[in-house]
């Protein structure tokens, strides 16, 4: 009696049976990460109607709406502004020089945080030598600053750009300066053996290792800008959403508070949305969730 024989496959079929496992894998994963978005999101849904609709009765019933106001009176507002506009102008106009103040500012407050934060990372001496006066400046309140920038440049856009410069800076500067610190010595050491120059170092290690502290920075400064464009106009403006909302709290319109409040919100998500969807980007090698748990299958 002659034993079974076992064939192997042919060549390049194990590895072509592997790849479509994994790609089944993979596919399972991502059917299952979509269903589980769609209960995460319909759970929002819920719990924003229940919350929308206890507010509304409890507005109606229990609590006086001219202090507390409703949803519906909110809805109100919003559909006032944007089909008629405020007393101040369009309400796109108004969002238009929020989000210019916000985005410039930005835009200044991360490069500059970005440059001094790697630098001084890189340099335990400076960092020694300047570390007393950015703690001191840190810790000046913001709306000191929106005050005493409103005195030396006026109610104009550049008081509220100096405003959100000084809240975005410090959010990037820390993020930025630990990332520079957090790079492998052994790293850098090898590469000065190799002959590596210190911009090559700095353009080639210490930048890359230091891109996730920054971008992670990112995603609060853009709501810091938005908050230091809001306190400059709060504290004195011609245009601008702060505006709207002081204007609404001076005559005890809480609907419009609650409207410019929405505004700036959905303003920041989209914000929030870009600045996802840039750091996905720039940061494509690193492995996904998926793919890191498969392959620990």
């Known amino acids: 009696m002659t034993s079974p024989t076992i064939s192997a496959p042919p060549m390049g079929q194990g590895n072509e049976l592997s790849a479509e496992n994994e790609a089944t894998l993979l596919a399972a994963a991502r059917r299952s990460n979509r269903n589980a978005s769609y209960k995460v999101w319909a759970l929002r849904a819920v719990i924003v109607a ?13 609590i006086d709406p001219f202090f507390y106001s409703k949803p519906s009176l909110i809805w109100d507002r919003l559909i006032q502004w944007f089909s008629s506009g405020t007393q101040f102008g369009s309400v796109w106009e108004n969002i238009g020089y929020t989000v210019l103040e916000a985005t410039v500012g930005f835009a200044i407050g991360t490069v500059a945080g970005i440059v001094l934060g790697v630098l001084l990372g890189r340099s335990h001496y400076m960092a020694e030598v300047f570390s007393p006066f950015i703690k001191a400046a840190n810790a000046v309140p913001r709306i000191v600053l929106a005050a005493l920038f409103i005195i030396w440049f006026g109610f104009g856009i550049n008081s509220k750009i100096a405003t959100v410069v000084v809240l975005v800076f410090f959010a990037v500067f820390f993020n930025a300066f630990t990332g520079a610190r957090e790079v492998d010595g052994n790293v850098v050491n090898n590469a000065r053996i190799l002959g590596a120059s210190k911009r090559k170092i700095l353009t080639s290690i210490v930048l890359p290792s230091a891109t996730t502290w920054i971008l992670s920075s990112l995603h609060t400064a853009f709501g ?3 908050i230091g464009a809001i306190v400059g106009e709060y504290a004195g403006a011609k245009h601008g959403m702060g505006m709207l909302i002081a204007n609404a709290q001076g005559t005890f319109d809480s609907a419009g508070i609650y ?7 959905v303003v920041a998500l989209l914000a929030e949305s870009v600045i996802t969807t840039a750091e996905n980007k720039l940061l494509k090698w690193r492995p996904s969730q998926a793919q890191t748990q498969i392959k620990g299958i």
């Open 50 to 62: 229940v919350w929308l609709g206890s507010w509304e009765l409890t507005a109606t019933y229990l």
């Open 259 to 265: 409207a410019g409040m929405i505004i700036v919100t």
């Open 224 to 226: 810091f800008a938005l």
